[in-house]
């Protein structure tokens, strides 16, 4: 019986994911190398070597420092406003609030699960508004943006919490699993497979499909170092990695986590069963080799892997659309994926 059989049968009749996970034939990930690197990339990654890198570098250094990462959302939110046209409202979860962003014209086919990046420690609402609207119009489909909880005052157990309660949320307003994509950037990247893994545990039907924009999949740094990227990534310095290894065993160690063995990280977790993934990455990050593997993890699972690796593009560079035109390609190819992995039938569901 192939792979594809099986989903079919575990739709329509009793096969668990047990089942599939016995009959998940390994796969072969569908590397795509996208070409092309515009001088707008070429500006942007020099101008992140020369201000940004300097400042995460600092950071690491001296992370006890009361560092303004609220300010950071709060400022973006101004400056990077969602694209024309855009509705957006918040919503309240249990333990955090969420975004729901709607981008003019888009249908209620399909919705987005987006959980943003920012090395689960910065970022938010504000610094991602702009991409979720872009990936709604591309997507054809509103998008629930989860502003969950950060280190350290919160593990990333916390984060996980809440996204698998955004996802309930989506659930409960009347949208299928089949509807659902979970998309993320960076540690969001990490959260958009932890949260399909928590929803099999919890006995959740999963998402349609997982979108990860540059993921980091491994706390632990030792690959990622090693890596001919370490020290040409524009954006990233490896002493980042460390520190954000070291905040995190703090944060689990002060919350009185019982974990007696060390995080279990995607690349680590048992990947059967999870829906079909897109992998967005630069050629020259600091995190490619986290996409590298995690796209050979699921590959060995059986889970089908779309890995984009994207010439000389920076991290998370679809940020960037409204400069970098490889941003926008990037964008579509989001939106194509997300609509081929969801049907186009309208539900009736509770007001959103």
């Known amino acids: 019986m192939s792979i594809s059989e099986v989903v079919e049968f575990n739709i329509t009749g009793d096969m668990t994911v047990e ?4 009959h998940s034939a390994p796969l072969t990930v569908d590397r795509q190398e996208m070409r092309g690197t515009s001088p707008q990339s070429r500006l942007l990654a020099q101008s992140l070597r020369m201000t940004v890198r300097p400042v995460l570098a600092t950071w690491a250094r001296a992370s006890a ?10 400022v973006s939110a101004r400056l990077h406003p969602p694209i024309e046209g855009t509705r957006s ?7 955090c609030r969420a ?11 399909r919705v987005v699960l987006y959980l943003h990046g920012g090395g689960f420690l910065a970022c938010g609402i504000g610094t ?9 119009a591309a997507a054809e489909a509103p998008v629930l943006m989860a502003d969950y909880r950060m280190l350290p005052d919160h593990s990333i157990d916390d984060a996980v919490a809440d996204g698998v309660d955004a996802y309930r949320w989506l659930l409960g ?9 979970i998309a993320g950037d960076s540690a969001g990247g990490y959260l958009s497979f932890m949260v399909p893994l928590a929803l099999r545990e919890q006995g959740l039907p999963g998402p349609a499909g997982i979108v990860a924009l540059s993921p980091l999949t491994d706390m632990d740094p030792t690959r990622k170092v090693a890596h001919r990227n370490a020290g040409r990534d524009p954006m990233l310095p490896r002493q980042a990695l460390d520190e954000l290894a070291r905040i995190s065993n703090r944060t689990d160690a002060r919350s009185g986590s019982t974990r007696t063995q060390p995080r279990v990280c995607p690349i680590d977790a048992d990947l059967h069963g999870l829906p079909p993934v897109l992998i967005q990455v630069g050629s020259h990050e600091l995190l490619l080799p ?10 060995e699972a059986g889970v089908p892997c779309e890995l984009q690796v994207w010439r000389h593009q920076v991290h998370v560079f679809q940020v960037a659309s ?22 186009a039938l309208t539900v009736v569901r509770g007001s959103a």
């Open 19 to 22: 089942s599939i996970r016995t």
């Open 65 to 74: 420092l009361p560092w303004p990462f609220g300010l950071l959302d709060a």
């Open 89 to 95: 409202h918040t919503v309240l979860l249990d333990n």
């Open 99 to 109: 975004q729901w962003v709607r981008a003019e014209g888009i249908s209620d086919d």
């Open 128 to 136: 991602h508004q702009r991409l979720a609207s872009r990936i709604s």
């Open 173 to 181: 307003r009347g949208y299928r699993a089949d509807q659902i994509v």
């Open 290 to 299: 986290d996409s590298e593997l995690i796209a050979d993890r699921l590959a």
């Open 322 to 343: 409204d400069l970098v035109p490889e941003a926008q390609r990037a964008i579509d190819e989001i939106g194509y994926f997300i609509k081929t992995r969801t049907p």
